[in-house]
C-alpha cells in the first residue's frame, strides 16, 4: 500500500509547550523506529518497537521524550516542554519485520521550537 | 557497541568518473550494513544492505558495496557518476544480537560537477 506518512510535515512551537508527532507506518509493518535528524548530521536513533514486545527506549535523550504505539498501527511521539535544542527533523521509519529488514522512511516533520 | 564512521564529510567528482564513499564500522557482533541516500528535500531511500551473505553487494542506480570484515569496513563505489547521484549518503550499522539499535553515520554529501 501507500509508504510511511508522518504529520505534521512541519511545527513551529514556543519553547516549553508541548508537541505530539504522528506517524501511519506501512500497512502490515510490525517493527517502528523513531529517528532525529539535527540540521547537517546524522540520523539519531530514539525508539524502536517490534509487535507486542517492550519498545527499546534506549535513544529517548531525557525524559521529555516519549513515544507510543497502538498494536502495529499508528505511532505518536511526545515532546514535553520543548527546548531550542529540539529542533530537528523527527523521522520514522517502519520495516515488515526486524532485526536486518529494510526501514522504510517517511518524509519526517520538521520541528522549530522558537 | 557499535559505531560507524563516514571518512569524508564531503566528496565532489566529475559527471562520468568513479564514486567512492568510504565507511567503517565497529561492532562486537556480526552485524548487518546498509547504505542510505537522502536527495534534497526527500526521504531516505536504502541504496543496499549486506546481511552475512555475499560480501559484494550490488544495489540500485548502479552502486554497490564490499564487506570486508578485516578492515573492518563497508565502502560505497559507484563506476561512472551521474549528475543525479548528487546527494547525502549514509552507512548504518546493526547488530543482529537481538537488539533493535540502528547506528547512522555522520553522512558524506556527494556533489557531482558537469
Known sequence: ?114 | AQSVTQLDSHVSVSEGTPVLLRCNYSSSYSPSLFWYVQHPNKGLQLLLKYTSAATLVKGINGFEAEFKKSETSFHLTKPSAHMSDAAEYFCVVRDNTGGFKTIFGAGTRLFVKA
Open chain 1, 1 to 114: 500500500g501507500a509508504g510511511v506518512s508522518q504529520s505534521p510535515s512541519n511545527k513551529v512551537t514556543e519553547k516549553g509547550k508541548d508537541v505530539e508527532l504522528r506517524c501511519d507506518p506501512i500497512s502490515g509493518h510490525t517493527a517502528l523506529y523513531w529517528y532525529r535528524q539535527r540540521l547537517g548530521q546524522g540520523l539519531e536513533f530514539l525508539i524502536y518497537f517490534q509487535g507486542n514486545s517492550a519498545p527499546d527506549k534506549s535513544g529517548l535523550p531525557s525524559d521529555r521524550f516519549s513515544a507510543e504505539r497502538t498494536g502495529e498501527s499508528v505511532s505518536t511521539l511526545t515532546i514535553q516542554r520543548t527546548q531550542q535544542e529540539d529542533s530537528a527533523v523527527y523521522l520514522c521509519a517502519s520495516s515488515a519485520l526486524g532485526g536486518a529488514d529494510t526501514q522504510y522512511f517517511g518524509p519526517g516533520t520538521r520541528l522549530t521550537v522558537l
